[in-house]
């Protein structure tokens, strides 16, 4: 079934009043496809966030369950190239209602519970911190281009994964010379 959104572009609101009704265990699926461009202004996302939310009705509110894909450009640690990258990633979390289903009251809200958790008056629930955050932390923590990159010079800053530099190389430190030497008297007798 698709997910009827509320108008906005990066709108990933879902209408929970019915689910709200039910007991606890009851569920409801929804799929999604969504321009997520505006999300957040850090992430340069490249294509459509598509995938699939489960709300189950908990004795406390609603627990939102799921799993998305969205492709995103990233620049590589190494070599400073930019390049795309297909992240998938679960999210999870429990929102709470701030208004009774039944009597229309409102509900003490714990001062400690985040706004971003709460279903609203009109029985909302908005996904878009929590796939925010979720996509945020499917990042790789040191992006690569590919596993192999070559990197950069760090004399002339050619790219090394497009050719090589006329650079010498380094020698590296003299101190550690004779730990060199010995490692390859040792390779030597082992063959």
Known sequence: MQASFIVGKIDMRFKVAHLLKQSPGSSKEYSFQEDIGDLDENLKVKAPLVGKAKFI????????TGKAETELE???????ASFLILIRFPFQ???HPTVDINTGASLPIDPAEEKENLIDA???????????QSILLA????PLCRPDCRGLCPQCGQ????????CPQPIGDPRLA???DLLKRLNLKGE
Request: proline letters at 2%; one cysteine or more.
């Open 178 to 180: 004779v730990l060199g």
């Open 159 to 166: 790219n090394l994964n497009e050719g090589s530099c006329d």
């Open 93 to 95: 979390e429990e929102f």
């Open 122 to 132: 009109c029985h909302i629930i908005d996904l878009s911190e929590v796939l925010r």
């Open 139 to 142: 990042l790789p923590v040191h």
């Open 57 to 64: 009705r908990t004795t406390d509110g609603i627990l939102a």
């Open 74 to 80: 990233l620049i590589c640690d190494r070599c400073l």
